[in-house]
C-alpha cells in the first residue's frame, strides 16, 4: 500500500499525497507532464507512453499534425489535451497532458509563480468539462525534469491546489492526489506542510 504523506480536505474535496508511481494507481484521470511538443520522451512523461503503449504516441502525434495545420504550437505552456489512457484504460478513462513551466527556459523559469498556477487552473477547467471526477491521479508538476525548484514548488502547489478545492465554486474533483517518489519533493513538501499548515485552507485529515 503507498505510503501517505498527507491529507487535507475542503470544502469540494480532499488533497492527498502519496509515495509510489502514478500507473500503479487508479482513477477517473491520469495526468501526464507532457512539453509543448507532446512528444512522450522525457522523464515520466516517457514512461507513461511506454506504458499506454504505441496508440498513445499516435494519438498525441496526431494532435501535433492538427495543430501545424493551423500553425499554432502542439500544446503551449499551462494548456493541457485530454487523450484515451489506451493500454492503462483498466485504471483509467482519460490521460491529460498537462503543459507546466519548464524552469530550464529562462522565460518561463522568471515567470514560473504565475505559470504553474494558472497551468492548475486550466488543468480543472478541462477536468471539470470532463464531467464530476471522483479521483485524480496526478505528479506534482514542473517538479521533475523542468526543474521547479522544489521547496517553492510545493508550497504553490499546496496553496492552488488547496485553494481550488476550497474556492467559491464546487470543481467537480473529489480526490485529487499527488504521485510522488523524488524524495528531494517529499522532504521539501513535508517542511513547507509542517510550516503553513494552519494558514492552508481546509482541514488536515493525514491521520483519519
Known amino acids: 500500500m503507498a505510503e501517505l504523506y498527507m491529507a487535507r480536505t475542503c470544502k469540494w474535496g480532499t488533497l492527498r499525497v502519496v509515495g509510489g508511481d502514478v500507473w500503479n494507481h487508479s482513477g477517473d484521470v491520469l495526468i501526464t507532464p507532457a512539453n509543448n511538443r507532446l512528444s512522450g520522451r522525457e522523464g515520466l512523461d516517457n514512461m507513461i507512453h511506454q506504458k499506454a503503449g504505441q496508440e498513445l ?7 501535433c499534425l492538427e495543430m ?4 499554432a504550437p502542439p500544446c503551449a505552456v499551462t494548456h493541457n489535451v485530454v487523450t484515451e489512457p489506451f493500454a492503462l484504460s483498466d485504471r483509467f478513462k482519460h490521460i491529460i497532458h498537462v503543459v507546466g513551466p519548464d524552469c530550464r527556459r529562462p522565460n518561463q523559469d522568471e515567470n ?3 505559470l504553474l498556477p494558472e497551468t492548475y487552473r486550466n488543468l480543472f477547467a478541462t477536468l471539470k468539462e470532463l464531467g464530476v471526477m471522483e479521483n485524480v491521479i496526478s505528479p506534482p ?3 521533475g525534469v523542468f526543474a521547479y525548484p522544489h521547496r517553492e514548488g510545493a ?8 485553494g481550488i ?9 473529489k480526490t485529487f492526489t499527488i504521485v510522488v517518489k523524488e524524495k528531494n519533493f517529499i ?3 513535508r517542511t513547507v506542510y509542517r510550516e503553513i499548515n494552519d494558514l492552508l485552507p481546509g482541514i488536515d485529515t493525514t491521520n483519519d
Open 57 to 63: 504516441t499516435q494519438a498525441t502525434r496526431n494532435i
Open 68 to 71: 501545424r495545420k493551423i500553425n
Open 112 to 114: 514560473r509563480r504565475d
Open 141 to 143: 508538476l514542473s517538479m
Open 155 to 162: 508550497r504553490l502547489t499546496l496553496e492552488t491546489l488547496l
Open 165 to 173: 478545492l476550497d474556492g467559491e465554486e464546487d470543481p467537480g474533483v
Open 187 to 189: 522532504s521539501n513538501m
